[in-house]
C-alpha cells in the first residue's frame, strides 16, 4: 500500500490532535514524553507541545499532537480518545478541523475556476420541519413553550464540463415567538431560515470538491465525499482513477483532470498523484 508523505513540514488540520484533560501532578516536559510515547505508536510524529490550560479551566494542561501521516493521525484519535493512556483519568482527543468558507465565498472561488456558467447548483429537497402548526392545535391552557423555525435541505452542485456532482445537506433552526411577533415578522423569519438551510447546504457540498490547479494551466477536480481517512491504494489504483476529458469552459483548449476519490481520501496535496 501507498502512502504520500511529502518532505515538507505537516500543516494540515487533518493531521493534527488536540488532547485535553491531561491531569496538572506531571511537569509539562514528562507529559510531552508520554504523549510523544503513546502517540508514536501509531505512526511518526513530528511535534509534541504541551500547554498550561487557561486559568478559567482549572489547573492542568493541554496538547497539540501533529503528525506526519492523517491516516496515522485518525487512528490515533480513535483509539486514545476517552482512554486513561498514561493517567488516572480519561482524555479527549480530537482532530483539528479546518475552517469551512461561508458559501458566498464558495460561490466565489467556483465562479473564478469554473466561470459563471460553469457550475450550478440544483435543490433536491427543502422541508419544512418547523413545530408551529403542531403547538396551535395543542390545548390553550398547556405552559407556554418555545416554539421554533426549521428547516432541511439538500442540494447538488453540479459540473457539467467535469461530470462531477457533490451533494451537500444542511439544517437552519431559528426561535419565535408568536405572541409578540407579527404575520410579517414571522414570514421574513421562515425566509432567512430556508436561506440559511441552503446556505449551509451549499457549503457542505463544496467542502467535498477541492481544485488543484497544475502549472501547465490544466484544472483538477477532487471529490472526496467520505469524512473518515481511509487506507491508501496502491499507486497502480491511484493513477486509475484519473479521467481526462475536454473542457471547452475552461481558460484554454488543455484538458481538464476529474479524480474521483468516492472510496479513497487523501490529505496531502495531490499534485504527486497527477504526475
Not at 419544512?128 to 403547538?135: G, V
Not at 483532470?257 to 499534485?271: E, I
Amino acid at each position: 500500500m501507498a502512502a504520500l508523505i511529502p518532505f515538507e513540514v505537516p500543516t494540515g488540520s487533518d493531521k493534527t490532535l488536540l488532547v485535553w484533560e491531561l491531569s496538572s501532578g506531571p511537569t509539562a516536559e514528562d507529559l510531552q514524553h508520554s504523549l510523544l510515547t503513546v502517540f508514536s505508536q501509531f505512526g511518526l510524529v513530528y511535534s509534541v507541545r504541551v500547554f498550561p490550560n487557561a486559568v478559567v479551566a482549572g489547573p492542568g494542561f493541554y496538547a497539540i499532537v501533529r503528525f506526519y501521516s492523517a491516516r496515522d493521525a485518525h487512528r490515533a484519535q480513535k483509539a486514545c480518545d476517552g482512554k486513561q493512556l498514561f493517567q488516572n483519568s480519561p482524555v479527549k482527543v480530537v482532530q483539528e478541523n479546518a475552517l469551512a468558507l461561508n458559501s458566498s465565498k464558495c460561490q466565489q472561488v467556483a465562479n473564478y475556476y469554473f466561470g459563471f456558467n460553469g457550475w450550478s447548483k440544483r435543490i433536491i429537497k427543502l422541508q419544512d420541519l418547523s413545530d408551529l402548526e403542531e403547538r396551535e392545535n395543542e390545548d390553550i391552557v398547556a405552559p407556554v413553550e418555545k416554539h421554533s423555525l426549521k428547516f432541511f435541505c439538500a442540494l447538488e452542485v453540479v459540473l457539467p464540463s467535469y461530470e462531477c456532482r457533490s451533494t451537500g445537506v444542511g439544517m437552519a433552526e431559528e426561535p419565535v415567538d408568536k405572541l409578540e411577533e407579527g404575520p410579517l415578522s414571522l414570514l421574513l423569519k421562515r425566509k432567512r431560515t430556508q436561506k440559511l438551510a441552503l446556505q449551509k447546504a451549499m457549503t457542505d457540498a463544496f467542502q467535498k470538491l477541492l481544485i488543484v490547479v497544475l502549472e501547465s494551466g490544466k484544472i483538477a477536480v477532487v471529490y472526496r465525499p467520505c469524512e473518515e481517512i481511509t487506507d491508501a491504494r496502491t499507486e497502480e489504483e491511484l493513477q486509475d482513477l484519473i479521467q481526462v476529458c475536454g473542457d471547452k469552459n475552461s481558460r484554454g483548449t488543455e484538458p481538464v483532470y476529474y479524480v474521483d476519490l468516492s472510496n479513497f481520501c487523501v490529505s496531502c496535496p495531490v499534485m504527486d498523484a497527477l504526475k
